[in-house]
């Protein structure tokens, strides 16, 4: 099973980008996490930002891969503790299916990605910069499968 976290956004500051890549490492190869950036549109003073969004959204749908289980990132979607997580971690390895992770762009993600949607996936009921997302959802699948291997770095 592979992870795809689909995201929006290409130029990422140095500590997300290694942020990330610290967690995505420690990833078994069973359970690959792999980043797909879309860029982010351009914003101007003057942006049309209904449409931005739509595009990065259809961008997005088209990045994820065939057969794969979707889950959008949502404020309003369902929140997880961490054992949560790795229950559904659990259950989406022993699918075999591959898992697509929706992270949108700074007003975040577009109707059709939510639609699209087999799940929605709340980090919290706080609004997060859509950079850091990406390290904490790094974070956190790793702390979960931790969970699932009875490894020490998850000491909750």
Do not use: F
């Not at 049309?48 to 309003?76: C, F, H, N, Q, Y």
């Not at 996936?121 to 956190?140: C, F, I, K």
């Amino acid at each position: 099973m592979k992870i795809h976290l689909i995201a929006i956004g290409d130029k990422m500051p140095r500590w997300v980008q290694e942020g990330y890549q610290e967690y995505a490492r420690r990833m078994p190869s069973k359970c690959a996490l792999k980043l797909v950036e879309i860029s982010a549109r351009h914003r101007g003073k003057n942006a049309d930002i209904a449409r931005i969004t739509r595009d990065e959204g259809r961008a997005m749908l088209a990045a994820i891969p065939a057969g794969s289980r979707v889950i959008a990132l949502e404020v309003k979607g369902k929140t997880w503790s961490t054992e949560d997580l790795s229950l559904q971690l659990d259950n989406w390895m022993g699918s075999g299916q591959d898992i697509s992770l929706l992270v949108g762009g700074p007003e975040g993600l577009a109707q059709e990605c939510r639609e699209r949607a087999d799940m929605l996936w709340s980090l919290s009921p706080l609004t997060l910069p859509h950079p850091l997302v990406r390290v904490v959802v790094a974070e956190q699948l790793y702390r979960a499968l931790s969970i699932l291997r009875n490894h020490p770095y998850h000491r909750g």
